[in-house]
């Protein structure tokens, strides 16, 4: 398992879960946990997926996550999970 945590943040408008889950699925990255809310109209979500088994590259992935960002006005940041772990250690 090759674990990636994708936050999203932007304004709330429809479709930023469809369209980012649809692409996920679309290249075989699994998601294994999903949080999101919308505070004052500012959509936050953040979730955990398995990226071990897509179909295309890890820069290819993040080059269309950032390209998705664009296309649906929010901010999209992908970091392994080890990248992740090592920046959040107390």
């Known amino acids: ?3 990636t945590v994708i936050t999203i943040v932007g304004k709330d408008t429809t479709g930023i ?3 980012s ?3 996920l699925y679309q290249h075989n990255v699994n998601i ?3 949080a999101q809310t919308i505070v004052g109209g500012i959509f936050n979500m953040m979730m955990i997926v398995d ?3 897509m179909t295309v590259t890890y820069e290819e992935f993040s080059k269309s996550m950032k390209s998705l960002a664009e ?3 929010v ?3 992908c970091q392994k999970e080890q990248i992740f772990d090592m920046m959040h250690r107390i």
């Open 71 to 73: 296309e649906i006005g």
């Open 17 to 19: 879960i469809a369209k």
């Open 1 to 3: 398992m090759e674990k």
């Open 32 to 34: 294994l946990d999903i």
């Open 21 to 23: 889950s649809t692409w």
């Open 75 to 77: 901010d999209i940041r």
């Open 51 to 53: 990226t071990a088994n």
